[in-house]
């Protein structure tokens, strides 16, 4: 018999379908509730669960699967919604696929800087809503990207595939981490192990950084008004590395020139006054949302479950180190 595969969040349907070539699979074709998500595991008695980032795969649900799960799948590039403590005391193997999402959330990222700089929330209502009028010279103007100063907050592996495609268009790049990168993958871009340092240089930010208990808000109302009048703020990674509220009195103060939004606090609600606002730009968590990406995350999450069920080691395991939810940022290197 073939092992059996549960999905407890909607999926890529080429995925399902490569899935079930693969393994007896259940799935429905919605978003469970986590009681519905253990209903179908154990009644499929599934061997393993392939999930996404928009579960809350946390240690209470975990405590309660059936022994018969070995593994679960998450199709997303980190694990702040799952708690790897807990899966490791259980025995579960946790995998995920890291780097297969970088470039399309770079792509996006970026489009969030000319979206927001070029002011393209204003102008593409303007159009749907076909109220465009003549402008003057002065009206509807935005702010040039090129030769201005990019502040990158997370030099991971998306941060720094950002801040190649910044580079492209000419931009200055700073940036702050835990620590400073090594010369080869730094290309000219200075480090500031300081955010406060770095960020009164910055005529935009772009946040790359994982979201946990010491990086939550790391933009609020202090960081951000040190950022020059102007300034424009873009997030792509999670929506509560920046306090809202902060960020849309600064932004109606006109302290702030724009914000590139993918991301929000209580996804998917947001708040609604950002959707008011000409100088935000707002796109819905769709970072990762290719159908080329989608289909690599997927394949990726059953090809390392196939691996763990036929007792061979996942190629993407979740390891000691990763931040999470739950986990502090490691201290610098002394």
């Excluded at 928009?54 to 240690?59: I, R």
């Excluded at 935009?204 to 939550?216: A, D, E, G, K, Y």
């Excluded at 914000?259 to 996804?267: I, P, R, S, T």
């Amino acid at each position: 018999m073939k092992p059996r595969l549960a999905f407890i969040r909607r999926a890529y349907m080429p995925v399902v379908e490569r899935a079930r070539e693969m393994f007896e699979v259940a799935y429905e074709d919605r978003q469970l509730t986590a009681d519905e998500a253990l209903r179908l595991v154990e009644a499929h008695k599934a061997d393993a669960i392939f999930f996404t980032s928009t579960f809350k795969f946390d240690a209470d649900f975990i405590a309660a699967l059936p022994d018969s799960v070995k593994v679960a799948a998450s199709a997303s590039s980190f694990l702040d919604h799952a708690d790897i403590a807990a899966a490791r005391a259980r025995g579960l193997i946790l995998t995920y696929a890291p780097d297969i999402a970088t470039g399309c959330v770079a792509d996006l990222a970026f489009g969030l800087v000319i979206g927001a700089a070029r002011g393209f929330g204003l102008h593409t209502r303007t159009m749907r809503e076909r109220t465009w009028q003549t402008r003057t010279m002065g009206e509807g103007l935005g702010t040039r990207i090129w030769g201005k100063t990019m502040g990158v907050i997370g030099f991971g592996r998306i941060g720094r595939a950002f801040a190649h495609r910044a580079r492209g268009f000419g931009m200055r790049m700073v940036y702050h981490d835990l620590r400073r990168a090594a010369d080869q993958i730094e290309h000219g871009a200075e480090f500031y192990p300081d955010l406060k340092e770095m960020l009164p240089r910055c005529d935009f930010v772009s946040l790359h950084t994982p979201f946990n208990i010491s990086t939550r808000h790391i933009l609020d109302r202090e960081t951000l008004s040190l950022l020059p009048r102007g300034a424009i703020v873009v997030n792509s990674a999670r929506g509560g590395l920046i306090d809202e509220t902060a960020l849309i009195e600064l932004l109606e103060s006109g302290h702030l020139g724009g914000a590139g939004l993918d991301v929000f606090e209580q996804e998917p609600s947001f708040n609604p006054r950002l959707a008011e606002l000409d100088n935000v730009f707002l796109t819905p968590h769709i970072n990762s949302a290719t159908r080329e990406t989608r289909l690599a995350l997927g394949y990726a999450c059953l090809e390392d479950i196939a691996a763990v069920l036929e007792g061979r080691a996942p190629l993407r395991p979740a390891g000691e180190g990763i931040d999470h939810l739950n986990l502090r940022r490691r201290a610098p290197a002394s």
